[in-house]
């Protein structure tokens, strides 16, 4: 299933969510799992993006329609890249 990394930034909505409910990151998990993207990796960050995810999804339009739910919320904006494992990239380099 193929991978994709999603950057993620918090509006001033979502930050003032987050500080009063920490636990949403959580629940937001559940609720983009339910979608059919899997978080698999998860970290928050400093710097320009907040949060900074790996996650599985059968293809693009998956992510795509997880990440327009996402935004249309107005707590976040997401940045999401395609990922391909290296030893996947080193196999289709070679032939």
């Not at 339910?34 to 960050?45: R, S």
């Not at 935004?71 to 107005?74: A, I, L, N, P, V």
């Not at 030893?87 to 032939?95: C, M, Q, V, W």
């Given at each position: 299933m193929p991978y994709y990394v999603v950057l993620s930034t918090l509006t001033d909505d979502g930050r003032e969510t987050l500080k009063e409910r920490p636990e949403r990151i959580l629940e937001?998990?559940?609720?983009i799992?339910?979608?059919?993207?899997?978080?698999?990796?998860?970290?928050?960050?400093l710097g320009p993006y907040d949060f900074f995810n790996i996650v599985?999804?059968?293809d693009n339009i998956t992510v795509m329609k997880m990440s327009v739910e996402l935004?249309?919320?107005?707590t976040v904006q997401l940045m999401t890249l395609p990922a391909i494992p290296v030893?996947?990239?080193?196999?289709?380099?070679?032939?």
């Open positions: 937001v998990n559940q609720e799992e339910k979608m059919g993207v899997k978080v698999l990796q998860q970290y928050a960050v599985e999804a059968p935004g249309s919320r107005g030893e996947e990239l080193i196999s289709n380099l070679k032939g």
